[in-house]
């Protein structure tokens, strides 16, 4: 049981963070995506691509190999693996974000704008209030695609900490599958809720029903 917990916190710990920081990296991608399209905004969110198309050994030994030669305090800490899960997953954030902000009106801007708000008030009062069911769905999609990534975090996480996915993986690498069960069934149980709310919010039950 005190294996089982340990495993559960740590998952749930480095999942939100990862989810924070790629949607923190994903909201202003968006925004400019939506609001200001043309070559930079393009090439940005193509750019976010790239990594993600790339396997998550490859982005893990990457970050490795900084983490030792530049970024060392970062290294064998929380902060580089929610990097690495931001470089994998910053897509899945972005595409939420820019198509929430995209069917919110510009018009309700430029009236906070005409009214003298200035930028950043009306980034914090109107922008982001618009796009925040889209900031929510790709905070969830991010999550729930930390909370089963393998190899970056294997290669990535700080000594002695374990989630359920590296915890599966030990158990079933030596065909412990009954002990494998539990973080399996713990992994469906977690990924449920946020999927549940992402069906909630987008429609998909009440489409199906009728």
Do not use: D
Not at 23 to 28: E, G, I, Y
């Amino acid at each position: 049981a005190a294996e089982i917990a340990a495993a559960t916190g740590g998952s749930l710990w480095v999942s939100m963070l990862g989810a924070a920081l790629t949607t923190a990296l994903a909201v202003p991608i968006g925004l400019l995506v939506a609001r200001t399209p043309g070559i930079l905004s393009a090439g940005l969110e193509r750019l976010s691509y790239l990594p993600h198309a790339l396997p998550g050994v490859v982005i893990g030994l990457s970050l490795v190999f900084l983490g030792v030669n530049v970024l060392y305090p970062l290294y064998q800490t929380v902060w580089l693996l929610a990097l690495a899960y931001a470089a994998l997953f910053l897509p899945l954030a972005v595409g939420g974000v820019a198509a929430s902000a995209a069917q919110a009106p510009p018009v309700l801007e430029e009236v906070a704008r005409s009214l003298g708000r200035r930028p950043a008030t009306v980034l914090r009062t109107v922008t982001l209030p618009l796009a925040a069911p889209g900031i929510g769905a790709g905070a969830a999609l991010a999550f729930l695609t930390c909370m089963k990534e393998l190899p970056a975090t294997l290669l990535l996480r700080p000594t002695g900490l374990e989630t359920l996915a590296t915890r599966l993986w030990t158990h079933t690498g030596v065909a412990q599958y009954a002990a494998a069960a539990p973080y399996a069934a713990l992994l469906v149980l977690i990924a449920a809720l946020p999927t549940w709310w992402l069906v909630r919010r987008t429609g998909m039950l009440g489409r199906e029903g009728s």
